[in-house]
């Protein structure tokens, strides 16, 4: 591993972001617009502030996912990932570079959605902004890790689109966003219970209803940090080397 | 240290089941142009993806400049040109260049020279994805030229170009070899194998020759490298009856 080169990775990955504006504008105008919808949909401040800080951590999350996971894939059938790979490049280089582009794209998305959310939607919030930005770059990088992965399982892009319902609907669908967890049937919650995003959607509920820092609130954190560096440890094992 | 650039030993590569390269022996001297030259599908890219250190491998061995290949002590000593262009589509001549300048540790500096090198000087702020077949192919040339490696292996390199830059390119080869690099070029266009020192031709998986072109020429009687290689298979299908 080295920081120059992985520097030199996420420095390329976000020249390649921003000669593609269009790409850019959805990423941060997608999420600000579902947002603004979702707040005059709930009609009632007290519902959106209920929901409105979940979404502000599965927007990021879900992007992301879909953006590495096909980024990724075009790195691998383009050929530029067998060049990388006879070069002095370490996996981790690459993954790293990864994570550090998306993170700051990700920074950036939160950083306006959350603005939207806070002043002109009038999201009410108990714990601190600086908690959530924190807690939405997790989602984000999550959303980086997971969709590494995802890649290494995906020969064609039509595939990776596809992985994105198959990986996070289940999730969303498990992670107590419409259901609490502790209402499901025994063998659901224990599949939720496996899933990172239930604990991404539980920190963000505690920090809705919570000020300061709760242990909840660490805890659920230090899950989602864990699965971030699992999933980009595991991804690093599928970028191979020597290929068949 | 061997004489040899590349050492290949008893090499057998299968792919999707089916042996692709049947136990293949040959070396490279230091310093030359070796042209690998064989029908579409003998197994080109699969020997070159073995030399490169990327290619998985039932038997054999591969030592490249005197490391086994793939070594990481020569993933700055090895330039490799894929078959298909391998830049990224979306950055500009400049960005793909310097981006792995980077990777390389190669200076700044290197990315322009490169770029002068295989003559895209004039289209360095072009995007890749919209450049022409040629200057894709050239693109990717340029990428393996960074750091000025020891050891150069182009896969078919000059498909799409027209005569004038072919013979430009070739020049370039020559000028390389020249300096001390090693170079290995596939190909499968006959007329471009006179402008190599040293000849490997393959044919289903196997090396059916390996010799200077006039030495090819004078033990088949035949004028033309085309004809000498047709000869070649011919003469193997007599010792094989
Ligand atoms: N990924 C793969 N999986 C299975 N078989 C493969 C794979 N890649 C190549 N092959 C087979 O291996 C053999 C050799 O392929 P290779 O690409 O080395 O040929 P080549 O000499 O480079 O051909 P060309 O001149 O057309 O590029 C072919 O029969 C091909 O079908
Ligand atoms: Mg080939």
Redesign the interface.
Known sequence: MSP??TL??A??IL??LR??HRTLGLIVGVPTLLMILLRYVLDRPQAFDRYGPMLLAIFPFTVMFIVTSIATLRERT???L????????GRLDLLLGYALAFGLTALVQVGVVSAVALTWLGLDLRGSVWTLLALTLFAALLGVALGLLASAFARTEFQAVQFMPAFVLPQLLLAGLFVPRDQMSTALRWIADALPLSYLVEAMRELTGQAGLTGTLLRDTAVVAGCTVLGLLLGAATLR???? | MTNYAIEVRDLRVARGGRAVLHDLTFEVPHGSVVGLLGPSGCGKTTLMRAVVGVQIVQSGTVTVLGRPAGHRDLRRRVGYATQSPAVYADLTVRENLRYFAAVLGADRGDADRVAEEVGLGGARDQVAASLSGGQLNRASLAVALLGRPELLVFDEPTVGLDPVLRGELWELFHELAGRGTTLLVSSHVMDEAARCERLLLMREGLIIADDTPDALRERTGADDLEQAFLKVIEQRGKVAA
């Open positions: 120059a080169i030199a990775t420095r390329r020249t390649q000669h593609d383009s050929g530029t067998e060049r990388l790979m006879t070069m002095p490049l080397r020597r290929t068949p």
